[in-house]
């Protein structure tokens, strides 16, 4: 049993700080490692990314495009997938296929902000299957196989 008295680090584990300004005996002391004068021999320089003058790196590399922070991430799923799932008894196609089932049968991660479908792949199944978006082909096999898809995407308003 292990008492608290006994506790210790493993060997070598905890290194103890260097304690510079320390005096001449300590071989940090005087100016600390830091050189003779300087901007590096202040306390609180920023020299990060400094280049002597030069134009810095990162100002010298071409900056494109934007970044949507608010734009939507969705669960990209191809229909192959889904007709892999049914085969394998993971999905069952009389019921209702949405996000949270797709979810529980391993065909995607995570649901993020939708499901997306994508038109890889054959489809002969009657599915009936919920989701954010579809693309033309896929909304097409779905349909021509005989089943229902349900598009979860706000319409937008059609100015007049």
Do not use: C
Not at 9 to 17: E, F
């Amino acid at each position: 049993m292990v008492k608290l008295n006994e506790l210790a680090d493993n060997a070598g584990a905890h290194k103890k700080r260097m304690r510079v300004g320390r005096g001449p005996g300590s071989g940090k002391g005087k100016t600390a490692g830091r050189g003779v004068k300087g901007q590096t021999s202040r306390t609180g320089h920023g020299m990060n990314s400094f280049e002597g003058g030069q134009m810095p790196l990162h100002m010298r590399m071409p900056k494109r495009g934007f970044n949507n922070p608010g734009a939507l991430q969705f669960a990209e799923v191809n229909l192959w997938r889904i007709v892999k799932a049914i085969e394998a008894g993971r999905l069952d196609a009389s019921q209702p296929i949405t996000a949270a089932s797709l979810k529980a049968a391993g065909v995607i991660r995570r649901e993020r902000d939708g499901v997306k479908l994508l038109g890889d792949g054959e489809i002969s199944t009657k599915i009936t299957i919920t989701a954010y978006s579809a693309t033309t082909k896929a909304k097409a096999a779905i349909e021509a196989a005989g089943g229902v898809l349900t598009l979860t995407k706000p319409v937008a308003a059609v100015e007049g």
